[in-house]
């Protein structure tokens, strides 16, 4: 994966070992023969989405560039059942030890954000809408949170601060105005970049796209609501990409996919995904 090339995902991987491994392992260190060589097995304990194998299996390379890499016949994406060894992996037992709790750590939650995605994605089914993620990441996690959303079958929101505009509330309240935040934001962005505003009525929704918004963010709307706002919108210009946002539970996600947007952006994916249970077990070889 090209992605885990990026020096910002490797040099973490550094500093999430450092800040575990400390001045070393003592306790591996204590009661296990630096020669004693071993094979690990990936065990999934409940249903999962599989994501972020080749990020632990990265984490053990950082502490044996000379390790095996990870035996799998599986692939990022795959669903496996509870009881399924889907990945083994041969060094060093001090190694396998050192490095279980970290690559762990991220491989349980790549593949929380991948499942949890891909149950919203599942729900809104047979509907154009698409499910994207937001900016509410975990400091530092932001890269693989974002791929293990794609992973689960939902869309990249934007990266960061600099990757689109989006003018909400408080933007347009700075600016003295929806119009007045578009109109500078058009003066001053590249012409490449769309620009998206946060509405939360039928007014700011007319106003958004008279100014020349490109996308417009319908903010905790009822799905009545935010029906009869897609109609307003695609009778002013249908052109323009509507994107539902605010409180998407599971249960209710396929409403606002009914009601006709083409976005449905879901922070919970990533800031509140459960880490899925997934253990590592070793044995002598």
């Known amino acids: 994966m090209n992605w885990l090339d990026n020096g910002e995902v490797l040099g973490s991987i550094g500093e999430f070992l450092a800040e575990d491994i400390g001045r070393g392992d003592i306790t591996t260190q204590a009661t296990v023969e630096t020669e004693v060589r071993g094979l690990g097995r990936f065990l999934a304990k409940e249903y999962l989405v599989i994501c972020g194998v080749e990020v632990a299996e990265a984490v053990f390379m950082h502490l044996d560039a000379e390790i095996s890499e990870i035996e799998t016949g599986y692939n990022d994406g795959d669903e496996v059942e509870e009881g399924t060894v889907f990945a083994t992996l041969k060094g060093y037992a001090d190694v396998l030890l050192?490095?279980?709790?970290?690559?762990?750590?991220?491989?349980?939650?790549?593949?929380?954000?991948?499942?949890?995605?891909?149950q919203y994605v599942k729900a809104v089914e047979g509907t154009k809408a698409q499910i994207v993620d937001t900016?509410?990441?975990?400091?530092?996690?932001?890269?693989?949170?974002?791929?293990?959303?794609?992973?689960?079958?939902?869309?990249?929101?934007?990266?960061?601060?600099d990757d689109?505009?989006?003018?909400?509330?408080?933007?347009?309240?700075?600016?003295?105005?929806?119009?007045?935040?578009?109109?500078?934001?058009?003066?001053?962005?590249?012409?490449?970049?769309?620009?998206?505003?946060?509405?939360?009525?039928?007014?700011?929704?007319?106003?958004?796209?008279?100014?020349?918004?490109?996308?417009?963010?319908?903010?905790?709307?009822?799905?009545?609501?935010?029906?009869?706002?897609?109609?307003?919108?695609?009778?002013?210009?249908?052109?323009?990409?509507?994107?539902?946002?605010?409180?998407?539970?599971?249960?209710?996600?396929?409403?606002?996919a009914e009601a006709g947007v083409d976005l449905i952006s879901v922070g919970r994916i990533t800031h509140s995904a459960r880490a899925v249970d997934i253990s590592f077990k070793i044995q002598t070889l």
């Open 98 to 118: 050192t490095g279980e709790r970290v690559a762990l750590n991220l491989l349980q939650r790549m593949s929380g954000v991948a499942t949890l995605t891909r």
């Open 164 to 256: 689109g505009v989006l003018i909400k509330d408080n933007h347009i309240s700075l600016a003295g105005g929806i119009t007045e935040a578009v109109v500078a934001a058009k003066q001053k962005v590249g012409h490449l970049h769309k620009i998206e505003v946060e509405v939360t009525n039928w007014a700011q929704l007319r106003e958004a796209i008279e100014a020349g918004a490109d996308i417009v963010m319908l903010d905790n709307q009822t799905p009545e609501e935010a029906a009869k706002l897609v109609e307003m919108s695609r009778s002013m210009n249908p052109h323009v990409l509507i994107e539902a946002s605010g409180n998407m539970d599971l249960d209710k996600v396929r409403l606002y």
């Open 135 to 161: 900016r509410k990441t975990t400091p530092g996690l932001r890269l693989l949170e974002k791929y293990a959303v794609m992973i689960g079958g939902g869309k990249n929101h934007r990266m960061g601060l």
